[in-house]
């Protein structure tokens, strides 16, 4: 069903990105009869484009306008998310744990950490465990709601025995967005591998084929593709009233709006929020705390390879149907505070031998790629600590091609996330060797995805951008949708508890607008 809302029309709630967050909240508040104008920046891939092949798919997914690192890892790209209709969502593993409790209490737990801005969430687990019941229903998540795990592949069987050597237990093949059955109009996984860059079969969960379609069966739904949002319009009020755009033919246009909610990933947020700056928000809007684009969290992460004695073909099957979660807790004899997981991971040809060996050349390249079939891998994930000096902030003087300020990220590892990932390297060594490892490899340099903080939520206006609802402090009809809300960045992948988070989202501001409250 196609509608188009009138852009005079101040009834509507534009949400500005179209992936967990801005996906997920335009299905919730349409299935209520809630008008929603989605502005996606990307383009609006259809199944036909979705291949398995990592180079291929990336031009067509990945947000490639210029941002500037500064810090550590070194990258080209210092921050990867997607530039698409369905967001992030189009390029995921499809892991779907939740948040542990003590990992909702991060202050609480470890107490202060010198250099980390932790804080409590505003919200526990027993708060959220209803919409993590709803939302593992909604995308059909493996071992919940009595749906299968997926199989098991050769490169989980690698890590489950030698995980079992080094005496972890809770080992299985996780909790998984993507089908081991047929369920809600997609099939079943055929293990075909290379499919986090999408999956050609639609097998795996995303807004793009299931949320957004939903959304769109209604006649409450627009969805503006290729639109590039560049400042949110605020009233003499100081209130939200509008939001500008650039639309596919390069003309800005003006939206008006009853609510705004930025889902955009934590860059786009972030500059959306400063860009929108003006006399009533000197700083930005929602940034009266000055903590918008602060406490950016990207998890602790480094990849392990295991060259093995047999033959393993990691590729084959989802890359990260695998976990072990023994080292989920918090165990300050470790020599750090928090929690990591470590599951299963393949790459392709390409991008392992080059991370291995970036000289792209010699004995020693041509005999790795000679060895491919061989390779067992594994990541490590764990809780990265806030610091107020983890940023993204604008440039001064340097503009985009959209005339936008470009974004620089800062970021540095903090102390307790390099003695976690010294201790879980080690880990991962032994693993491998206790299996007959020929030579372990580990790889940390590496775009992050998993993008959090920037508009974290909290009790206390001074030290926070938003309410336990995702509602900035400092403009009432002003949301924040996406990760950009996590408080602290826990062990476990964002999405889930993005999409949780704006189910919950959803009942609130459906409930205030039902009492014109908005």
């Known amino acids: 069903m196609s509608t188009t809302f009138d852009l005079n029309d101040d009834s509507v709630v534009v949400i500005i990105g179209s992936g967990a967050g801005g996906g997920t909240l335009s299905r919730e508040l349409t299935q209520r009869g809630i008008k929603v104008v989605c502005l996606e920046a990307g383009p609006r891939l259809e199944l036909g484009d979705i291949v398995n092949d990592e180079r291929e798919m990336f031009p067509k997914l990945s947000w490639l306008d210029e941002r500037i690192g500064v810090g550590l890892p070194p990258t080209d790209l210092p921050i990867w998310s997607c530039k698409t209709v369905g967001g992030t969502t189009m390029h995921w593993t499809a892991n779907c744990p939740r948040f542990r409790d003590f990992e909702f209490k991060s202050l609480s737990t470890y107490g202060a950490i010198e250099g980390a801005n932790l804080a409590d969430w505003?919200?526990?687990?027993?708060?959220?465990e209803p919409y993590y019941d709803k939302a593992e229903n909604l995308l059909g998540v493996t071992g919940t709601n009595n749906i299968r795990r997926l199989p098991e592949s050769n490169n989980f069987k690698v890590m489950q025995a030698g995980g079992r050597n080094l005496g972890y237990t809770d080992i299985d093949t996780y909790n998984m967005a993507i089908n081991s059955q047929p369920r809600d109009g997609r099939p079943a996984?055929?293990?075909?591998?290379?499919c986090s860059s999408g999956c050609a079969i639609n097998a795996k969960w995303t807004t793009r084929f299931n949320d957004i379609p939903k959304a769109e069966a209604t006649d409450v739904y627009e969805l503006r593709a290729e639109c590039m949002a560049t400042e949110i319009v605020t009233d003499e009020n100081g209130r939200a009233s509008a939001?500008?755009?650039?639309?596919?033919?390069?003309?800005?246009?003006?939206q008006k709006a009853r609510v705004v909610s930025v889902a955009a990933n934590v860059v786009e947020t972030t500059r959306l929020l400063l860009n929108s700056a003006n006399s009533r928000h000197p700083n930005g809007l929602a940034n009266s705390s000055d903590q918008v684009g602060r406490n950016y969290m990207r998890h602790a992460m480094v990849q392990i390879l295991g060259?093995?004695?047999?033959?393993?073909?990691?590729y084959k099957g989802a890359q990260c149907a695998g976990v072990i979660r023994d080292e989920i807790k918090h165990?300050?004899?470790r020599g750090f505070s928090g929690g990591f997981q470590m599951h299963t991971l393949s790459l392709g040809p390409e991008y392992l031998v080059n991370n291995i060996n970036p000289a792209g050349w010699g004995e020693d390249y041509a005999a790795i790629m000679e060895k491919y079939k061989n390779f067992a891998g594994l990541i490590?994930?764990?809780?990265?600590?806030?610091?107020?000096?983890?940023?993204?902030?604008?440039?001064?003087d340097r503009k985009d091609s959209n005339g936008l300020p470009v974004p620089i990220v800062t970021y540095n590892n903090h102390p307790n996330t390099v003695a976690m990932l010294d201790y879980a390297k080690d880990v991962g060594r032994r693993l491998y060797e206790s299996l007959g490892a020929t030579r372990v490899f580990t790889i940390e340099k590496f775009g992050a995805t998993h993008n959090m903080g920037v508009a974290r939520m909290?009790?206390?206006p001074a030290t926070s951008v938003c309410n336990e609802w995702g509602q900035t402090h400092d403009i009432d009809n002003l949301f924040v949708s996406d990760g950009s809300l996590f408080t602290t960045s826990a062990s476990?992948?964002?999405t889930l508890t993005i999409i949780s988070l704006i189910m919950r989202q959803a009942d609130y501001l459906s409930q205030q607008l039902a009492q014109e409250n908005l």
């Open 122 to 128: 505003p919200i526990d687990l027993a708060e959220l």
């Open 458 to 460: 909290g009790d206390d």
């Open 189 to 194: 996984c055929l293990q075909l591998g290379f």
């Open 307 to 314: 060259l093995m004695p047999g033959e393993v073909h990691f």
């Open 243 to 254: 939001v500008r755009y650039i639309d596919p033919q390069g003309n800005l246009q003006e």
């Open 492 to 494: 476990a992948n964002p």
């Open 380 to 396: 490590v994930m764990g809780e990265d600590v806030p610091q107020q000096d983890n940023r993204i902030t604008l440039h001064p």
């Open 331 to 333: 165990d300050p004899s």
